[in-house]
């Protein structure tokens, strides 16, 4: 599949920079590939766990056109319980390990344990995609800065085990914003390079209904800050309750896609998925027509 088919109509200078003078371009969007190495993850729980296993579905990802591949080693699902880091690296590093040496694709690692992120990193992953947008682990922002890599700071209300349990704001879109405002401030204090830096809203993490749609509406707020935005709504549960018939994770592609692509309309620059080769089609499909206007 040609990805390059998929450029948007601007024409933009910038690139997230990986280690070895790898750039990934913001001439378009990106797709990020889930790959949850987990037993209890709310979508594909239990069906990675196996080495051989997750890595074949991650070079599936890749053939369909996957810029990047997240892989996750704990749950972050509502009502998840954590997992400690010596079990979630047990989890991953092989896989990661035996992903590079099979393809050159970005490799991140979703984790907010920093001993989990440097060994990843030493493993060959290219960027850290933490949940906590570097609190809940006070040695992960100086990981990140002593390794010169990428990393994704998401907005989160509480911990994955009680962020669901009546999440309250006055205003999300703002909240979230000054919640970027401080958290890039303090990557700063910190030593990390402001162009490593991308923002994510976190759908579904602390949000009501109402709130996941107020962000997608409102995606373009974040852009303010000069910084790629990624997005992540594939098979969650917002979507089901837009549509009786995603009620079950894996009967939510439509909505998952359409999502996607409305996040992409509305501003952001990388969309990480369960259905790659659905979403790439998709956005190749948006592209021809707006390239034919």
């Known amino acids: ?50 080495k051989e296993v997750a890595v074949r579905h991650a070079l599936e990802m890749v053939g369909q056109g996957a810029d990047i591949i997240d892989v996750g080693g704990e749950s972050t699902r509502p009502g998840a319980d954590p997992v400690g880091d010596e079990q979630e690296q047990a989890r991953i590093v092989p896989v990661i390990e035996a992903l590079r040496r099979q393809s050159p694709v970005a490799i991140s690692v979703d984790s907010y344990h920093a001993s989990t992120a440097r060994a990843a990193i030493r493993a060959g992953a290219d960027i850290v995609n933490d949940v906590s947008a570097l609190r809940f682990d006070p040695a992960m922002a100086a990981v990140v800065a002593a390794e010169g890599v990428p990393v994704i700071l998401m ?32 990557c700063r204090r910190s030593g990390i390079d402001a162009a490593r830096l991308i923002l994510d809203p976190g759908i579904g993490f602390g949000k ?18 000069g910084l790629p935005l990624a997005v992540g709504t594939s098979r969650k549960s917002f ?31 990388i969309v990480r998925v369960h259905d790659v080769g659905q979403t790439v089609v998709a956005l190749k499909v948006v592209q021809a027509i707006g390239d034919n206007r």
Not at 10 to 29: K, Q
Not at 210 to 225: C, P, Q, T, Y
Not at 261 to 266: E, F, N, S, T, Y
């Open 1 to 50: 599949m040609q990805r390059e088919n998929i450029t948007r109509r601007e024409e933009y200078t910038d690139a997230i920079g990986l280690a070895g003078g790898r750039e990934l371009p913001l001439s378009r969007p990106l797709v990020m590939g889930v790959l949850n190495v987990t037993p209890d993850s709310f979508s594909d729980g239990g069906r990675y766990l196996r």
């Open 155 to 186: 907005h989160m209300l509480g911990t994955p085990r009680d962020m669901q349990k009546d999440p309250v704001y006055v205003d999300c879109v703002r909240e979230i914003d000054a919640f970027f405002e401080e958290r890039i401030e303090h």
């Open 208 to 225: 009501r209904l109402s709130d996941n749609v107020d962000i997608l509406r409102h995606l373009g707020r974040f852009k303010r800050h």
């Open 239 to 269: 979507l089901g309750m837009l549509h009786p018939a995603g009620s079950e994770p894996d009967q939510r592609l439509g909505g998952s896609v359409a999502s996607a692509l409305a996040a992409v309309a509305h501003g952001a620059d």
